[in-house]
């Protein structure tokens, strides 16, 4: 069982839709949770990130975290073409002496006009 | 600040050839790491650095080498290279005082092993 599972997808929305894109993981120690996006060609930026559980909102973007169900999510309101790339979750135990990440394997979205 | 850079973009490489892909940061990160991304395959730690002059495996280190002589530079090495190592590298770096762990990536080379 891999530690970060996430389906890749591919993900084909209409614009204005909402999106969920989620993450499952095994590693009850993992503390800070993040969604990185990527365009294409690019490196990946990091989007949200939240610490243990709950929720945390920014514009469109909604992270929740919820450890009991070593479950995370991250919702897109009202989806843009803009929005379209992959997006990959990301966790760390935090505060450790190499700084390492755990990645999913990425969704791919794409959002159509 | 121009963050994390990698050179070069792009590169074709014959099987067997060798080659450096570099990676340079001016945020005064301890931390650096190098990942490959394969499609649909997520990013795969290759090897990682805590500070000039440490370096240490990841997830997938067969074939490369790197070193970290300055805190500003992390160069990967490539040696005798294969078609299994066509993919995407990417070089990321975070602080040591970073509680999240944040990391920030470079642009990216793209590699591809004929």
């Known amino acids: 069982q891999k530690e970060v599972e996430q389906d890749p997808g591919p993900l084909s929305v209409p614009e204005g839709a909402i999106v969920s894109l989620n993450c499952t993981y095994s590693n009850s120690a993992f503390q800070y949770f993040m969604w990185y996006r990527q365009y294409s060609r690019k490196g990946p930026e990091l989007l949200m990130y939240t610490y243990s559980s709950g929720n945390k909102e920014d514009g469109r973007f909604t992270a929740q975290v919820d450890k009991s169900s070593k479950y995370i999510s991250l919702f897109i309101r009202d989806s843009q073409p803009s929005d379209s790339a992959t997006y990959l979750c990301?966790?760390?135990?935090?505060?450790?002496?190499?700084?390492?990440?755990?990645f999913g394997q990425g969704t791919t979205l794409q959002v159509k006009p | 600040n121009a963050g994390v850079t990698q050179t070069p973009k792009f590169r074709i490489l014959k099987i067997g050839q060798s080659m450096t892909l570099q990676c340079t940061q001016d945020?005064?990160?301890?931390?650096m790491y190098w990942y490959r991304q394969d499609p649909g395959m997520g990013l795969k730690l290759i090897y990682y650095?805590?500070?000039?002059?440490?370096?240490d495996k990841g997830e997938v280190p067969n074939g490369y080498n790197v070193s970290r002589s300055t805190t500003e530079d992390f160069p990967l090495r490539l040696e005798l290279a294969a078609p299994s190592q066509t993919s995407v590298y990417f070089c990321?770096?975070?602080?040591?005082?970073?509680?999240?762990?944040?990391?920030?990536f470079g642009p990216g080379t793209r590699l591809t092993v004929l």
């Open positions: 945020m005064n990160h301890n931390y």
């Open positions: 990321a770096s975070t602080h040591r005082q970073a509680r999240d762990n944040e990391q920030f």
């Open positions: 650095s805590v500070g000039a002059g440490i370096t």
């Open positions: 990301a966790m760390s135990i935090g505060s450790s002496n190499t700084g390492k990440l755990i």
